[in-house]
């Protein structure tokens, strides 16, 4: 019933993941009258119902009083988003969009954070939601960055349900990530569900319980933040023979860990059928989550429209709203990480205070910063929570110890400030009063020696670390909150510092790094605002494969505009990177930027935008600096944006006025390299673009496309027109003796081919003499690789020894 496809991970550009996903679409109540993409998700039942797959379960009197009672019970704890703020009220639809998960060869156990985050070099598989529709695994994971929304978006679900909006649904249990840490082997399936979640009380479980038991399609579980969690292997590998069994004869028996239960639930073997939905920050934990998940959903933060509604929510004054936005837009930094519905809630916060734009926080620190000075004033308070901030950096948990004898709950209000960022300035409070210049510069980013480059960084690790910078070189007076020094003492140690992180960065050796840290570093020097030369920068910015959001977008702006003043040049490379149009926009206007590549589709809109809004020259530097060479087609929609993009090249259909492209699109006429593999959808298309790449093209490669006979002679039919390729690898692509006969014919018209792979297709002994037969009429060719289990290997030896060239296995 409902067809999606989705958009790659990290390629997540604009007009990627429009063009490409139908479920990215605003989150609103169903009850507004439009569903939400998670909202499809979960009716993909309904519509399994209406074709007769679910029987009718009829419920007791007395299972349904206990609904309609649990769902007066999730209403009331659905209520409050956080202290102080209604959902009712100040709720803001946020967009969620699909991601397409990747699978790495036969072990898929092997999912690496690099995955979803799109490297293009992995084997991959796609993974279409319609292809598990009608299976019994069905799997959510939400993605989304630490205040991203997860809790709230499945709080306002839970409302939703509570409400009656999903009738598919009987009961829904909401479950707590961080329940593993509770170790005693003392649960039940059962008292998890009712005594661990967030359930209302139950006169009778057990007939409720059997009730579940009996039909757990109807049952909605959903496991909120997983990213404290360390060993998910063990979570998701096979439960011990004894274990499995006696979960299987007795799901009452008390007996058992979270741990236990939870892995049992991901396995299938607990309520088999229901409906999982989890939460969780992408770097870490997700990664290995991947392997259970059928469907991938990405929360994608505020819009400018998301913050106006934000802001007018918040503000109930029209005159303080107005002046509220005003200052919010006049500081560019604030507004961008208000992309964040966590931080813009701590924007909120200050722009409370403060009615005066010159006194707003500049950057994150700052911001972090006042949110703390603003509800902490008790300075020994103030020290045991950076004590118990640090420890929980330190041991990978952003959560603060419920049985700790420190009295936080008068200051409950701020628990989920301090999960989110304040806590990294809790981190840094410790680090100027305590920790010693060892141990500090320890914690600096960085370290070289470590396995930092391989591993992808913990988000809480980074802006502990970016803040740690940050505030170093805050403006010494506002820190007095955050020491309990003498003067002279806190001068001292804060120069002394200052004068570590300075020589720190800068003997940093660029060449080290990768494209992660090359943004991780444009995010200190802002913070630091320390006027850290631009020479160490590589003349070439590649982000590939790095997710880009709006403040990282405004901080590679500030590095690149340091550079301009310098008299630097860049070449940027943004794809995969999910880069706003109006992010590359405000990049690739600079002056500075010599070239640029990012999604193909996103430049043409990019291009198309300037045409409309008459800005001429900054399109034709748009045009004339972009470049796709070489380019590497990994997915469907790389096919269909190069064709967009070839059309615009011949002029058979463009928005664009002719005077901007009487030399056709330079990056088309550029392109000498083009790789496409592993995708067998669209050939055809593709062979066809290949015609109008005339003579420029060295380098073809076609791999494991399942090109078979029929598309070997099709590309036989067009080769005569790609006279300059050097390079031709077509290995992998199930071409049998037909198709390779064609090819042979038309080898002979690529005066300049010295390299030809034609291994493990489906060749005989006869598709091997044809091959060998035109090799005389090639006297460019310098390498023919053509092995493959149907050629005899005396044959392969015997046509070896009439031409080296024919290489053997
Ligand atoms: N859609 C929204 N509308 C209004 N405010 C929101 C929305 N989403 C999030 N917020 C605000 O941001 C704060 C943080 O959101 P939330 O706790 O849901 O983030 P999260 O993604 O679960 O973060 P974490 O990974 O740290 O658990 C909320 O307390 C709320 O104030």
Redesign the pocket.
């Known amino acids: 019933p409902i067809l999606l496809s989705s958009s790659p991970p990290g390629s997540l550009s604009d007009t990627a993941s429009k063009a490409t996903s139908p479920s990215c679409v605003s989150?609103r109540s169903p009850s507004h009258g439009e569903k939400t993409s998670l909202y499809i998700f979960l009716y993909i039942y309904i519509y399994i119902n209406k074709s007769g797959l679910v029987t009718f379960i009829f419920l007791s009197e007395r299972v349904k009083d206990y609904i309609q009672a649990a769902k007066f019970h999730m209403y009331q704890q659905s209520l409050e988003?956080?202290e102080g703020?209604s959902i009712t009220f100040?709720?803001?639809?946020?967009h969620v969009s699909q991601r397409e998960i990747y699978r790495s060869g036969k072990n898929t156990s092997k999912c690496s954070d690099k995955e979803f985050a799109i490297t293009g070099r992995t084997q991959r598989q796609k993974n279409l939601l319609h292809s598990n529709v009608g299976k019994s695994v069905r799997c959510i994971l939400l993605l989304?960055?630490?205040?991203?929304?997860?809790?709230?978006?499945?709080?306002?679900l839970c409302l939703d349900w509570s409400r009656n909006s999903l009738p598919q649904f009987d009961f829904v249990f909401l479950l707590d990530g961080k329940g593993l840490t509770l170790t005693e082997p003392i649960y039940s399936l059962q008292t998890l569900l009712f005594d661990l979640s967030s359930v209302a009380p139950c006169v009778d479980p057990n007939e409720v319980f059997a009730q579940v038991l009996a039909d757990p399609k109807r049952v909605l579980l959903i496991f909120?933040?997983f990213?404290e969690l360390r060993d998910y292997e063990s979570l998701l590998q096979t439960q011990e023979k004894d274990c499995f069994t006696l979960l299987q004869k007795d799901s009452k028996t008390q007996t058992f860990t979270v741990r236990q239960l939870y892995s049992a639930i991901f396995q299938r073997l607990l309520l088999p059928g229901c409906t999982l939905l989890l939460?969780s920050?992408p770097r870490g934990a997700a990664s290995q989550l991947l392997r259970r998940v059928d469907t991938l959903l990405e929360?994608c933060g505020?819009t400018s429209d998301?913050i106006e509604s934000?802001i007018f929510h918040y503000f109930t004054d029209p005159a303080l709203r107005a002046s509220a936005l005003d200052c919010l837009k006049s500081s560019s930094y604030l507004y961008h990480l208000c992309w964040?519905?966590?931080l813009?809630?701590l924007a909120c916060m200050v722009l409370e205070q403060s009615r005066n734009s010159e006194n707003l926080p500049r950057t994150l620190t700052e911001l972090c910063h006042q949110v703390v000075s603003l509800k902490i004033e008790n300075k020994d308070l103030l020290l045991q929570l950076s004590a118990l901030a640090w420890e929980g950096v330190k041991s990978n948990s952003?959560t603060i110890p419920r049985d700790r004898s420190l009295r936080v709950n008068p200051f409950s209000c701020l628990l989920?400030l301090l999960?989110?960022y304040s806590s990294k300035v809790f981190n840094l409070v410790y680090f100027l009063r305590i920790v010693s210049d060892r141990s500090f510069l320890q914690a600096l980013p960085f370290q070289m020696g470590t396995k930092w480059r391989r591993r992808p960084k913990r988000e809480e690790l980074e802006l502990t670390q970016r803040i740690v910078v940050g505030l170093l070189f805050h403006k010494k007076k506002k820190l007095q909150l955050l020491h309990s020094h003498t003067e002279t003492v806190f001068r001292n140690t804060l120069i002394s510092r200052q004068g570590l992180v300075a020589k720190h960065l800068a003997g940093l050796s660029y060449s080290d790094l990768g494209s992660a840290q090359v943004l991780e570093l444009c995010h200190y020097v802002y913070e630091a605002s320390v006027s850290q030369e631009s020479k160490n920068l590589p003349e070439s910015l590649r982000f590939n494969g790095v997710p880009l959001s709006p403040p990282d977008v405004f901080t590679i702006k500030n590095a690149l505009l340091t550079g301009a003043a310098e008299g630097r040049s860049f070449c940027l490379d943004f794809e995969n990177t999910g880069i706003q149009i109006s992010g590359l926009r405000a990049l690739v206007s600079l002056n500075n930027i010599n070239s640029f590549r990012a999604c193909i589709a996103d430049v043409i809109n990019l291009w198309e935008q300037l045409e409309q809004s008459g800005e001429e020259e900054l399109l034709q530097g748009a045009v004339s600096k972009f470049h796709i060479q070489p380019l590497k087609a990994t997915q469907v929609c790389h096919i269909e944006h190069l064709e967009k993009l070839v059309n615009i090249h011949t002029n058979k259909s463009s928005r664009l006025s002719d005077s901007i492209l009487t030399d056709g699109v330079p990056a088309v006429k550029d392109l000498h390299k083009l790789e496409f593999d592993k995708q067998k959808h669209k050939i055809f298309i593709f062979l066809d673009l290949l015609d109008m790449f005339d003579y420029n093209l060295l380098l073809f490669s076609l791999e494991e496309s399942k090109i078979e006979d029929q598309g070997a002679e099709k590309l036989a039919s067009i080769l005569h027109s790609l006279t300059s390729l050097e390079v031709l690898n077509l290995s992998q692509n199930c071409i049998g003796d037909k198709g390779v006969k064609k090819l042979a014919h038309a080898l002979k018209d690529l005066p300049k081919l010295h390299c030809l792979s034609l291994y493990s297709n489906d060749i005989s002994d006869e598709g091997a003499e044809s091959l060998a037969a035109v090799l005389p009429h090639m006297p460019s060719l310098t390498h023919l690789e053509m092995w493959n289990q149907c050629i005899p290997y005396r044959v392969l030896e015997r046509l070896q020894r009439q031409d080296s060239r024919i290489l053997s296995l």
Do not use: W
């Open positions: 989150l988003m956080e703020l100040h709720y803001v639809d946020q989304g960055n630490a205040g991203m929304g997860k809790t709230t978006l499945i709080k306002k909120d933040g990213n939460s920050r929360v505020f998301s934000y964040n519905p966590g813009c809630r952003s989920s999960i989110l």
